[in-house]
């Protein structure tokens, strides 16, 4: 659920649409019938400098590489790693500990990949600019929808999260649980029809305080990990593994995002892979240390923990951390969702405005305005979604199956453009192929749940065939 951070933060006075090889691109999604790409807030001129070429001359921008990881990891690291350490336990038990080894291994590729695209076409229209690149504007508009409506599930489950902790501090349960989600819903839709973005700073912030968070949660826990807690370590059988994979890929949604911001490093072609290369391995340590600690610490009730970070911090200073914990995990919920809420407002109006969606929801897509409209169908997607799994009694876990299944479709999407797109014999040709492998096996994981993306697809190109 991080993927939109980054584009929603973007400096809101950088609106202006680049040309991509006669196609033009812009801020705000993926365009039909070639008058535009984009992914979400605000990207501006510099965004596409260099996307006529290859991306290895100097581009506009000034991002240096650690800048660049820094990003990364913000776009990597999100409200995921505060639940689904313990829905990955509850799906596979300490086998889960495999799940988490094997996304992080899928990472190197998918994350080569598209740094790879991204160092070739620095452009602000990130997988929907490969699409149209690659097989044409219906693609293109299939990720856009696939984004879209993606995020009505995904904040619906991210604000279950946060809401899971602040009962785990305070009490009330399932009751407390929901409130404090339809809050979060409440309050990142009010901030964004009054106009309100995230800035880059406040993002990268709460970046920066979920990754301490972790690091805090792992070391004080830690003392008071049993290997005993390893055993039996397939509880649930060895297919479990998939099945917690499943809900993992999750937690790894973003590698995708930086490609937006391309054309603001410094040198694309060199340092976007050495930001990406060392972003794998921080997040992939990041990652395993917090699911190794669930399993070991918590044993068998981490199957059961709706806020595992915030009992991880109870086992080292007390009940009290709780408190602590679910303060950043509502901090890190909001910020998520507000950037989801931004980026995918945006998107829905520039989707209305090419055509790819009704026009009625093309009000407010210039640079400048609020898509209010846009925003109300999110925002009211998002309602249906937290209400239906409540009233069905049936959690989160199948609001992130429908999430992660769109994020697979999007991955392959543009995995499959890389294959197109890149020279042959080229590292990030190589790389993309390993990732389609590794994007097979992903849809495999997602069973039944990948008939969602599926069907949004069928929807997209139903929609577009029949439009002039």
Request: contains cysteine.
């Amino acid at each position: 659920m991080a993927k939109l951070t980054l584009v929603a933060a973007r400096r809101s006075g950088d609106a202006g649409p680049v040309s991509v090889n006669g196609q033009g691109v812009g801020a705000a999604g993926p365009a039909v019938q070639g008058t535009g790409v984009g992914a979400g807030g605000g990207a501006g001129p510099r965004a596409g400098a260099g996307t006529g070429g290859d991306g290895a001359g100097r581009a506009a921008g000034g991002l240096t590489v650690p800048q660049g990881t820094a990003m990364y990891v913000g776009a990597v690291l999100g409200t995921g790693v505060i639940a689904l350490p313990a829905l990955a336990a509850k799906a596979a038990g300490p086998a889960s500990l495999l799940a988490w080894l094997a996304l992080v291994v899928v990472s190197v590729p998918l994350a080569a990949t598209f740094a790879a695209l991204g160092a070739r076409y620095p452009d602000a229209g990130g997988v929907a600019t490969y699409a149209m690149r690659a097989f044409g504007p219906r693609a293109s508009a299939v990720v856009g929808w696939c984004f879209y409506l993606a995020v009505p599930t995904g904040a619906a489950a991210a604000a279950h999260f946060g809401g899971a902790y602040v009962a785990a501090a305070v009490g009330g349960g399932a009751t407390t649980t929901t409130v404090t989600a339809a809050g979060l819903m409440v309050l990142v839709t009010v901030a964004n029809a009054a106009g309100l973005r995230a800035t880059g700073r406040l993002q990268f912030g709460l970046a920066g305080l979920l990754v301490a968070l972790l690091l805090v949660a792992v070391g004080l826990s830690l003392p008071h990990a049993h290997t005993a807690n390893l055993h039996p370590f397939a509880p649930h059988g060895w297919t479990s593994i998939g099945s917690a994979a499943g809900l993992l890929v999750w937690s790894f949604a973003g590698w995708e995002a930086i490609t937006h911001l391309a054309g603001e490093f410094r040198r694309p072609s060199r340092d976007l892979p050495r930001a990406a290369g060392v972003a794998v391995v921080v997040v992939g340590v990041l990652y395993l240390l917090v699911a190794y600690a669930v399993v070991t610490v918590l044993g068998p009730s981490a199957a059961d923990s709706g806020a595992p970070l915030g009992d991880l911090m109870a086992r080292g200073l007390g009940g009290g951390a709780r408190v602590l914990a679910a303060v950043a995990a509502v901090l890190l919920t909001a910020g998520t969702m507000n950037a989801y809420y931004a980026g995918a407002a945006n998107l829905g109006a520039a989707l209305g405005r090419d055509g790819a969606l009704p026009g009625w929801l093309a009000a407010g897509s210039a640079p400048g305005r609020t898509p209010r409209r846009s925003l109300a169908v999110v925002s009211g997607l998002g309602f249906v979604s937290l209400l239906t799994t409540t009233l069905a009694g049936v959690g989160t876990q199948p609001l992130v199956l429908l999430t992660t299944g769109s994020f697979v479709a999007v991955y392959a999407v543009g995995v499959g453009a890389a294959v197109r797109l890149l020279p042959r014999g080229s590292k990030g040709r190589v790389a993309a192929v390993c990732a389609l492998v590794a994007v097979a096996a992903l849809l495999a994981t997602a069973g039944v749940y990948l008939l969602w993306p599926l069907a949004i697809a069928a929807a997209a190109l139903t929609y577009r065939s029949g439009r002039p």
